[in-house]
C-alpha cells in the first residue's frame, strides 16, 4: 500500500488552544483527502475532507491545509475542547482506494 | 450513534469456531467495506463491495469470507481462525464503489481468539 505518515505519533493541548495535527503522503498522485476522528471504542468519524484542486477547505471549528509541493496534509481545530481527544487519522485516495495514515493521538489537558 | 450497524460488539471464540460478523446501513449505499485494526493502528482494507458484488479482495486469508446478500447487509464468515486475527473488524459503507465520497463507519466488533 502507499505510505501516508504524521509528523507525530502524540500531541498534548490545554483546553482552549488551537491544536495542528499534520500528516504527510507519499503518492503524489493522491487526490482526495479525509481527515477521520476515532475516539476509545468507536469506528472512525469523518471530520473533514479535501479534493487536490483546493488547498484549503473549512468546517465548523477545523480548518485543513493542502500542500501538493511538499504532499502536506494540515488538520487545525480551533479552540480544542476536551471532546477533540481522540486519534485522528488521514486517508489519501490512490487509485481505487483510500490509504490510512499512522494517526495521532490527541489529548485535551483542561 | 452511527448510521452503519455492526454486531456483535464483541465476540470471543476458538481456533475452531465458525463464527460471522454482520453490518447493516441503510442509508441506500451502494459499496460496503470490511477493515481490521490492530491496537494503536489505522485501519487496514480487506474486502470492498461494489453493488453487491466483491470488487476488492486486499490478498485477505481465505479463513475470513464475505458476503453481500444485499445492498444492505454485509457479513464476514469466520472459520478456523488465528490469535494474530485478533482485533476490531470495521465495516463502512459509502455511496458508491468509487472512493469520491467519505466513507461511514460502525463502531467495530472487538474480536477474540483464544
Known amino acids: 500500500g502507499e505510505s501516508v505518515g504524521l509528523h507525530l505519533p502524540t500531541l498534548s493541548v490545554q483546553e482552549g488552544d488551537n491544536s495542528i495535527i499534520n500528516c504527510a503522503y507519499s503518492?503524489?498522485?493522491?487526490?482526495?483527502f479525509i481527515w477521520y476522528k476515532q475516539e476509545s471504542g468507536k469506528g472512525p468519524q469523518f471530520i473533514i475532507d479535501i479534493r487536490s484542486n483546493m488547498d484549503k477547505r473549512q468546517g465548523q471549528r477545523v480548518t485543513v491545509l493542502l500542500n501538493k509541493t511538499v504532499k502536506h496534509l494540515s488538520l487545525q481545530i480551533a479552540a480544542t475542547q476536551p471532546g477533540d481527544s481522540a486519534v485522528y487519522f488521514c486517508a489519501e485516495r490512490y487509485g481505487n482506494q483510500f490509504y490510512f495514515g499512522t494517526g495521532t493521538s490527541l489529548t485535551v489537558i483542561p | 450513534d452511527t448510521e452503519v450497524t455492526q454486531t456483535p460488539k464483541h465476540l470471543v471464540m476458538g481456533m475452531t469456531n465458525k463464527k460471522s460478523l454482520k453490518c447493516e446501513q441503510h442509508?441506500?449505499?451502494?459499496?460496503m467495506y470490511w477493515y481490521k485494526q490492530k491496537a494503536k493502528k489505522p485501519p487496514e482494507l480487506m474486502f470492498v463491495y461494489s453493488y453487491e458484488k466483491l470488487s476488492i479482495n486486499e490478498s485477505v486469508p481465505s479463513r475470513f469470507s464475505p458476503e453481500c446478500p444485499n445492498s444492505s447487509l454485509l457479513n464476514l464468515h469466520l472459520h478456523a481462525l488465528q490469535p494474530e486475527d485478533s482485533a476490531l473488524y470495521l465495516c463502512?459503507?459509502?455511496?458508491?464503489?468509487?472512493?469520491?465520497?467519505?466513507?461511514?463507519f460502525g463502531d467495530g466488533t472487538r474480536l477474540s481468539i483464544l
Open positions: 442509508m441506500g449505499h451502494r459499496a
Open positions: 463502512a459503507s459509502s455511496q458508491d464503489g468509487t472512493p469520491n465520497q467519505p466513507q461511514h
Open positions: 503518492n503524489s498522485a493522491s487526490d482526495y
